[in-house]
């Protein structure tokens, strides 16, 4: 099992930035990958971001594509969400998953492993 632990929510205004961390231990080959996950109040939980821990590919919604940067620092096990332009329609909690699928297709819930606490992004002027 994997634990994971995420940081760097808080509150900000809309169009700033924040930078999620998602630190990693225990043995992560055997998944494909980390996600973001995002869960509003009153939603579903839905895939932000996805990279691969093989090879680095990248999966973005759509929602994040053009805004968001995932990235990942094997020597450390962590994986990082750079969140640009935020918009008031994103507060929610973000948690990082590992994936047992290619990142393209980390938007199917069943591909979702171990979780972490979460971290709340609010989005408010």
């Known amino acids: 099992q994997v634990q994971l632990m995420e940081s760097g929510g808080g509150l900000v205004q809309p169009g700033e930035s924040l930078r999620l961390s998602c630190a990693a231990s225990?043995?992560?080959?055997?998944?494909?990958?980390i996600g973001w996950i995002r869960q509003a109040p009153g939603k579903e939980r839905e895939a932000v971001s996805c990279?691969?821990?093989?090879?680095?590919?990248?999966y973005y919604a759509d929602s994040a594509a053009g805004r968001f940067t995932i990235s990942r620092d094997n020597s450390k096990n962590t994986v990082y969400l750079q969140m640009s332009n935020l918009t008031p329609e994103e507060p929610a909690v973000y948690y990082c998953?590992?994936?047992?699928?290619?990142?393209?297709?980390?938007?199917?819930?069943?591909?979702?492993?171990?979780w972490g606490q979460g971290t709340q992004v609010t989005v408010s002027s």
């Open positions: 998953t590992t994936i047992t699928t290619h990142p393209q297709l980390c938007n199917f819930k069943s591909s979702w492993r171990d």
């Open positions: 225990g043995y992560l080959p055997q998944y494909r990958g």
């Open positions: 990279i691969s821990i093989e090879d680095g590919r990248i």
